[in-house]
């Protein structure tokens, strides 16, 4: 992924080395992450609390301070995958 946006602050700048990222948030608010995949042929899945969040474009909305977010970038021939972790302290 090139980038990763959201509302609030995460506890480090995104890179692809790293594979797990916190932020302080308000209880249950609302979250939406903007993820953009280097590759463009490279599919991104998210989940949380075992349900796949669907995009609208590269914006994933849907999603609460609750849970963890599990993303999930996969190369366009399935072959490699890396998997990042996303946890809002918000809980």
Do not use: E, H, K, W
Not at 41 to 58: F, R
Not at 73 to 78: F, I, L, M, N
């Amino acid at each position: 992924m090139s980038g990763v946006s959201t509302q609030q602050t995460f506890s480090r700048p995104f890179t692809p080395t790293t594979y797990s990222y916190t932020t302080a948030v308000y209880y249950s608010a609302p979250l939406t992450l903007t993820l953009t995949a280097v590759d463009p042929s490279a599919t991104i899945t998210v989940t949380q609390s075992a349900t796949v969040i669907t995009p609208a474009g590269s914006n994933y909305t849907g999603l609460t301070t609750l849970y963890p977010v599990t993303i999930v970038v996969t190369s366009a021939d399935g072959t490699v995958s890396s998997t990042y972790t996303y946890q809002p302290n918000g809980g």
